[in-house]
């Protein structure tokens, strides 16, 4: 499947729409889309009114597809591809091509996650459990600079469950257990989940998570060895809402993950994942000048690996990070003539504790200690200029330090954003349609690992790592536009539509990548001149409750224009279609997920490439009652034999899965 033929597909998905205007319901009925608010640019609303390239996943999604990993639940968005080796539950997020050492900001309830341990995997992993997720909300591309700085690829912010949303209207307290089976791997999952209420004071929930499994098989039956994996995973968290406009969550979260992994040496891991957030809300109390939030956090990734091979079998090496880091900010509600504006300022800074030991070999070399600090500030103003014209003018002032080996570098930058919003139709049957253009700046300082590395790569590929004091941080320019639209009533009352379509071209001056020298045999990071990605993707969503579809797909193209080569990074050109039927008052629901993945073989020399394939699911679930439900699913349904793209081992092939739910409350 080629970038043409993506294009193609999403130009006339849309122009088939374009075609014939819906009608736009006259009543206030809330559909789904209302429901679901995100927080794109420090400022919450409907996810249907945010323009640019945002995607969310619910706990609904999680439940019904039964998405077992990160990667189960990123898939289907545009744009948006993962690396996962099948020997390591840590997953690494690529958004738009761009991925490692933090240019993908990844956030759990506010807590960023800049884990990284050189190896034979993406330099920058996270460990997390969908099970405990209530909402993930992904904002393709530097227009999300106000998250904080390094999100030149785009932000990935995770929500964890909480008490308020967990318990029903009439709720006071509810325990829900759910269980699951998987054939392939003969996987176990065990999921508890209760909360109280406590009464209008807010309320706490527990979740607690146990995964097990064997090494699966491939879709030519061989078993993928060290793909079993044990793991223990648990939530705590405390929502308080003392006075009315003001909430508090406190939120702790811990991964255990025991696994087997390794290439020539074989190593037996533990991994400690942690995360201590604390989140207060101030919504002003009717005063339109204040809707205040400050937030703090710890994390700490810690993963312990013991040698079970080679000749320092039974020593261990250890490697650990912790991150503390705090986020503020204010947005404030005001007219100015005829102009309406909500004026966001705010500052966020973290620091980066790396320690690693290896008393036996030189992991603390490939791997180095230091600390980093990250900071900055930033101010925003949207303005409503007129009924059809919205825009929004943002700078975001950067600064960082960096230390460690004897080595001391800093720098800042300041990056600036602007969009400006269409809205052209005042005709009700078009007065959905957006038209959107943003040009935004992001900046992302050299990581710890990218400044100090060092040592000499152990046999049998035996060159030299050289550190690179010097390096330059990265500072990408993106500019993309596209169109956003929400009908209702399109083909029967109360149904709706909905469609993003955009086209990117982001310039990476400054960009850092490992370079080889074969005659040296030296390998280092360092600053290539420029690099440029570029692309489309697109999502279209209707749902008439009795039926539902979707089509979302995206191609992305990336080239080192310093040596005319592909960047390695850069996924193949995806198309994901779903389609699924609610039944007999929408107690069953039946469809079907197709994955049509291109092959990808734009690769820099030397680099491995992935074969096409088509990944077909099956998915189904019945509800028994309110309280008791079961699920039965179909994953890779035709056995397909494939890899993901920059994974070292093959996908599971066809995977059978039953679960059951069942959930007391009063």
Request: hydrophobic content about 35%; overall charge negative.
């Amino acid at each position: 499947m080629r970038l043409s033929t993506i294009t193609a597909i999403l130009l006339c998905g849309t122009a088939v729409i374009a075609m014939s205007p819906p009608a736009i319901a006259e009543d206030d009925t809330e559909t789904e889309l209302d429901l679901i608010t995100v927080t794109v640019n420090k400022v919450r609303q409907a996810l249907i009114d945010v323009v640019g390239g945002v995607s969310v996943a619910t706990q609904e999604d999680v439940q019904q597809y039964q998405e077992d990993t990160v990667r189960d639940v990123l898939a289907p968005m545009p744009g948006v591809s993962t690396e996962q080796n099948a020997d390591d539950p840590a997953v690494a997020i690529n958004v738009r091509g761009l991925q490692d050492f933090g240019r993908v900001a990844v956030t759990i309830d506010g807590a960023r996650q800049n884990f990284q341990r050189s190896g034979h995997n993406a330099n920058g992993m996270f460990y997390f459990d969908p099970e405990m997720m209530k909402q993930v909300t992904v904002i393709r591309g530097p227009i999300a600079n106000i998250y904080g700085s390094g999100a030149i690829g785009g932000v990935v912010a995770f929500e964890t469950l909480d008490a308020l949303s967990f318990l029903r209207a009439d709720e006071n307290s509810a325990i829900q257990q759910k269980v699951s089976y998987n054939t392939n791997s003969n996987g176990i999952l065990s999921s508890t989940t209760g909360a109280q209420r406590f009464g209008e004071y807010g309320g706490v929930l527990g979740n607690f998570i146990y995964r097990n499994s064997d090494d699966y098989s491939d879709g030519n039956g061989n078993v993928v060895p060290h793909s079993g994996q044990d793991i223990l995973a648990g939530l705590v968290k405390g929502t308080l809402t003392p006075a009315d406009g003001h909430r508090l969550d406190v939120s702790y979260i811990v991964n255990n993950d025991s696994f087997e992994n390794g290439l020539t040496t074989l190593y037996d891991n533990d991994v400690t994942a942690q995360t201590l957030s604390g989140k207060y809300n101030w919504d002003g109390g009717g005063n339109p000048w204040f809707d205040l939030t400050v937030d703090g956090y710890w994390t700490s990734t810690e993963q312990n690996q013991e040698r079970d091979s080679g000749s320092l079998l039974g020593t261990s090496q250890n490697f650990r990070i912790d991150t503390y880091g705090t986020d503020a900010y204010n947005n404030s509600r005001f007219t100015t003539g005829n102009l309406a504006h909500v004026l966001t300022i705010g500052g966020d800074i973290f620091e980066d504790i790396v320690n690693v030991k290896d008393p036996a070999g030189t992991a603390d070399l490939y791997t180095p200690s230091g600390k980093r600090i990250v900071g900055g500030a930033f101010i925003q103003d949207q303005v409503a200029v007129t009924p059809w014209l919205d825009v929004l003018a943002a700078g975001r002032f950067d600064a960082y330090r960096l230390e460690g080996g004897g080595t001391d570098s800093s720098g800042s930058h300041f990056s600036p954003k602007a969009t400006v919003v269409l809205k052209p139709f005042q005709d009700p049957a078009w007065s959905g349609v957006n038209f959107y253009g943003t040009v935004a700046q992001g900046y992302r300082a050299p990581a710890i690992t990218e400044t100090l590395v060092d040592g000499i790569h152990p046999p049998p590929a035996v060159f030299t790592f050289l550190p690179n004091p010097d390096l330059k941080p990265e500072t990408a320019t993106t500019v993309e536009g596209g169109i956003n639209s929400a009908f209702s009533n399109v083909l029967r009352s109360s149904d709706t539509l909905n469609v993003r379509l955009g086209v990117f071209n982001n310039d990476v001056k400054d960009y850092i990548g490992g370079v080889y020298d074969p005659v040296l045999g030296v390998y280092q990071y360092q600053n290539i001149s420029e690099a440029r990605l570029w692309g489309i993707e697109g999502e279209i969503n209707y749902d008439s409750g009795l039926v539902f579809a979707s089509m979302a797909g995206s191609a992305i193209r990336g080239e080192n224009l310093t040596d005319n080569e592909p960047l390695e990074t850069v996924p193949p050109a995806k198309l994901v279609s779903t389609l699924g039927f609610r039944l007999l008052d929408e107690r069953a629901v039946i469809g079907a997920r197709w994955f049509a993945v291109a092959a990808q073989d734009r690769v820099p020399a030397g680099a491995p490439t992935s074969e096409a394939f088509n990944v077909v699911n099956l998915f189904s679930s019945f509800a028994f009652s309110e309280d008791i439900s079961a699920g039965f699913n179909v994953d890779n349904i035709f056995d397909e034999q494939y890899t993901v793209y920059l994974d070292s081992l093959p996908s599971p092939g066809r995977s059978v899965l039953f679960t059951i739910t069942g959930r007391l409350g009063g």
